[in-house]
Structure formats: structure tokens, C-alpha cells
T-cell receptor, first 116, second 113 residues
Framework: GAVVSQHPSRVICKSGTSVKIECRSLDFQATTMFWYRQFPKQSLMLMATSNEGSKATYEQGVEKDKFLINHASLTLSTLTVTSAHPEDSSFYIC????????????FGPGTRLLVL | RKEVEQDPGPFNVPEGATVAFNCTYSNSASQSFFWYRQDCRKEPKLLMSVYSSGNEDGRFTAQLNRASQYISLLIRDSKLSDSATYLCVVLTPFSGSARQLTFGSGTQLTVLP
């Protein structure tokens, strides 16, 4: 099946710093990538939909200036958490949609962010 | 009301038991339905799609009732390796022609030896 990678898998940072998370589709081109966040014992919540070459579409309540998304190529999307605070600590998961395969989304392994 | 609701559990069952999970969704325009499995601290993985006629994959059987907006997953002869959180996932219209996956909060299953 299609493989999606994320980097880093785990990051610990100080409050106020920015953290960049990369999501790559390794063996296919993804016109659309999705960024989710999951707090402990809660559901995955969609943060934004990222389309290659255009601006991301953010879900209600997600600050676009705080969570910067760049989808510069068909295999790479990045999420930058700017001025991170402890409440941003979460499990961030990306997924990529394979063009021509309908709605199938392939999930990355996730990035665990801890802001001290 | 949550868009996708599941009993959070936990369900603790002995090996070999049959266990059933239920899920309801609120958006009648939902178009596709899935069960995902998520192991602790890992990403979700697609277990199976759910079709209106019901479908089976080995020990797993999924059912969909569109009139009641209800989805179920039955696991027979449960194994230790089935221990995970099971997520009910619904594909719903988003805006325009876009659609998005909406996840339930998951039902935790522990299969005991």
C-alpha cells in the first residue's frame, strides 16, 4: 500500500518556539493532504486540508496564523506550529489522498509534540 | 451532539469471545463509512469499509443501517492482537463538492488471555 512518512516522530520544545512537521508521500503523488490533531482519549480532529499549490482550508476554530501549512509539492506538506504553547501538546497526524483512488486516505505515523 | 458517536468502552473480553461495537452518525448526507483500528500511540489504520449490504472480512463483520444512521462492527473469535481502539469513521460532505472524514472518539477493546 501507499506509504506516508512524518518527521519528526517526536519533538519536545520550549514554550514560544516554532516547530515544523513534515509529511511526505513516499511512493505516490498526493494532490490533497490532511492534518489532524488528537488529544489523549479523544478523536482525531481535522485541522486543515492542504492542496498542492494553493492555500490550505482550515477548520473552524483552527488559527491559520498559528498553524502554518505549506504544500509545495505533490509529495510534501509541512505544518509549522508557531509560538507553541503547552496546550498545543498533542499527537499530530497527516494523511495523504492518492489521486484517482477516490477518498482513500493513507495516514502517516504521527508526530508527538510536547511543549514545556 | 457529536457527528459520530461511539460507546467509548472499555470492552474487556476473554480470548475467543464475540464482541460488537456500535456507532451512530448525525449527518444523513454521509456517503461512505469505515472502521479504522488505532493501536496505542500509533496512527489509525483502515480495518474495513462498510457497505449497505453488510460485508465480512474473516472474523470481522460490518453492517450499515442508513435509515437509522447506525453502523456496527462484530468481531468473532477475538484474539489478543485485536486489542486496540476501534474508530468509526464517516465521509461527509464538506463544502461544495469536497468531502471529509469525520472520526468517532473510538471504542477501546482489550482481549484478555
Amino acid at each position: 500500500g501507499a506509504v506516508v512518512s512524518q518527521h519528526p516522530s517526536r519533538v519536545i520544545c520550549k514554550s514560544g518556539t516554532s516547530v515544523k512537521i513534515e509529511c511526505r508521500s513516499l511512493d505516490f503523488q498526493a494532490t490533497t493532504m490532511f492534518w489532524y490533531r488528537q488529544f489523549p482519549k479523544q478523536s482525531l480532529m481535522l485541522m486543515a486540508t492542504s492542496n498542492e499549490g494553493s492555500k490550505a482550508t482550515y477548520e473552524q476554530g483552527v488559527e491559520k496564523d498559528k498553524f502554518l501549512i505549506n504544500h509545495a509539492s505533490l509529495t510534501l506538506s509541512t505544518l509549522t506550529v508557531t509560538s507553541a504553547h503547552p496546550e498545543d501538546s498533542s499527537f499530530y497526524i497527516c494523511s495523504a489522498q492518492l489521486a484517482g483512488e477516490g477518498e482513500t486516505q493513507y495516514f502517516g505515523p504521527g508526530t508527538r509534540l510536547l511543549v514545556l | 451532539r457529536k457527528e459520530v458517536e461511539q460507546d467509548p468502552g472499555p470492552f474487556n473480553v476473554p480470548e475467543g469471545a464475540t464482541v460488537a461495537f456500535n456507532c451512530t452518525y448525525s449527518n444523513s448526507a454521509s456517503q461512505s463509512f469505515f472502521w479504522y483500528r488505532q493501536d496505542c500511540r500509533k496512527e489509525p489504520k483502515l480495518l474495513m469499509s462498510v457497505y449497505s449490504s453488510g460485508n465480512e472480512d474473516g472474523r470481522f463483520t460490518a453492517q450499515l443501517n442508513r435509515a437509522s444512521q447506525y453502523i456496527s462492527l462484530l468481531i468473532r473469535d477475538s484474539k489478543l492482537s485485536d486489542s486496540a481502539t476501534y474508530l468509526c469513521v464517516v465521509l461527509t460532505p464538506f463544502s461544495g463538492s469536497a468531502r471529509q472524514l469525520t472520526f468517532g472518539s473510538g471504542t477501546q477493546l482489550t482481549v484478555l488471555p
